[in-house]
């Protein structure tokens, strides 16, 4: 004799609102799924070959984020690391 599936039994009532939530949920990955989108990779955080000057940039970063303690340093500090890396806008006033 098959098994008959039963429906899930629940400690609590649960309310319209978990009921909607839990349909729209369903839906979405239903959704997603029949889609054919990949979600998994980013294509802009893949391992590749770095240039010299990218790993130089990465490893300042990371020697700043371990003497800091700040695992997300300001745009103003990442400018600090730049600017430590010898680079400088081009035709930049000296006086600044």
Known sequence: MPTQTQP??????P???DLKASARA???AAARNA??????VDPATCERDYSAAELEFLRAMQEY???SGRP?????EV???VHGLGYAKAGA???R
Request: hydrophobic share 35%; charged share 25%.
């Open 26 to 28: 369903g839906r979405a």
């Open 35 to 40: 889609s054919g989108r990949r979600r998994h």
């Open 15 to 17: 309310s319209a609102s």
């Open 8 to 13: 899930p039994t629940f400690a609590y009532a």
């Open 65 to 67: 984020k371990r003497s």
């Open 79 to 81: 400018l600090e690391v």
């Open 93 to 95: 006033d000296a006086a």
């Open 72 to 76: 997300f340093p300001t745009w103003s």
